[in-house]
């Protein structure tokens, strides 16, 4: 059951962690420790509460937050919890919402799409939004909201609604920390949903971590050019090279999740950089060689999640230890890194990205023949 959450699987090393640089490791660290934090609560109410304070530990602009939840029988998404300013209001003041209104209600059309959407200036595409009880709060009216869906394991649990009275206040890495947060608690309301209900067991660790694990990339898909499709075609690669080379069982589970997380510490890295249409300077490629590190202080707190490090942490290492963060060199890199590097490489090569346009086939295949022995270990290659 629970308890087993805490076991603890063989960390890296802590020496092997560099000190926290920014603020933006320590969002992070934050949000996987948040990440824990709900998957232990089985009270909704303290799962709400939770989560609404999380949201403002990650963001100093919040001044509202909505929780709602989702009616699939009567279709429509009911306020569980409304905070502002740090002080819970009555929640049940606020109307319910009706999915069929998605053409009126940016909320319906969310639920609806289970896709997150943020508003720059509420007031610029909406002017009475203030007199609607939707966003109806004290103080100054909301000008920047996002708006993100609760889903867990493809069942729609409900929408949270996050308002500034500040306009173009969330970027897309506030909003993916959002989404992180948002989607794990999503998963603990799914949990406690099934309990309460005596047809159903609510879901068992394995399932738990899936669930967490699929939530986090969607949250990751929010704000990096990455797709479903790509991370998937990634995935499936991955899994097929490790085969070839002899891993099975277990192994290929963990292979399997590491890949799908492995540019989660992407989400510390701020927008200007990892869009940036141009090369990085030397103090933005500081910034995103600490990547790796950062999805390390994400998935360190949460035990089970160990066994997964190996390719979010060592996928740029380099075969001839040249790479980063650690430079290690040749098998003190983990196999699934390894392998992991080549197909990382295979794959952003051939895609665009926004500092390039994709490279033709035959090029990317001379390339990594070419780093056979220096990037890669050649007998992955
Ligand atoms: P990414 O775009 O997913 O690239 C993953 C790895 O593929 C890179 O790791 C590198 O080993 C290889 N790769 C990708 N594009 C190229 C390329 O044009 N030429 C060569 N020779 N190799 C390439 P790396 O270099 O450690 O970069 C890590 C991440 O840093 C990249 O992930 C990307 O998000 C970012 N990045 C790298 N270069 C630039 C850049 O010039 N501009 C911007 N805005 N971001 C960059
Ligand atoms: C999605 O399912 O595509 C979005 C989920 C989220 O907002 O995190
Ligand atoms: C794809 O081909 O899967 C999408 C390309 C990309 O996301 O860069
Ligand atoms: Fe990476």
Redesign the pocket.
Known sequence: GRAALRVSLTPLPRETFLPRSSEQDTRLAAAGEIGQALLELIKPPEIYSRLASSIYQLHPSVSTVYISLFDPRRKRLFCVHLEHEHTALDASLVPDIHLADAQKNLQAEVMLSGQAQVVDDLQAIYPLAHRNPLYKTPGKPPRSVVYLPMISKGVKIGLVQIHSPLPGRFNQTDTALFGLVTNTAAIALHNAQLAQDLEHTSLDLAQTYEATIEGWTRALELRDFTTERHTQRVVTITIELSKKLGLDGRDLLRVRRGAQLH?IG?MG?PDQ????????DDS??RI??R?PVYAYELLRPIPHFNEILEIPYCH?EKWDGS??PRRLRGEEIPLSARIF?VV??W???S?N????AA?PANQVID?IDYQSNK?FEPEVT
């Open positions: 540019d992407k890295i950089i990892l869009l940036k249409p141009g090369p990085l933005e490629w995103m060689r990547h740029h790479g980063y590097s990382d490489v794959d952003a090569l895609s990205r926004p500092y390039r490279w390339y990037q």
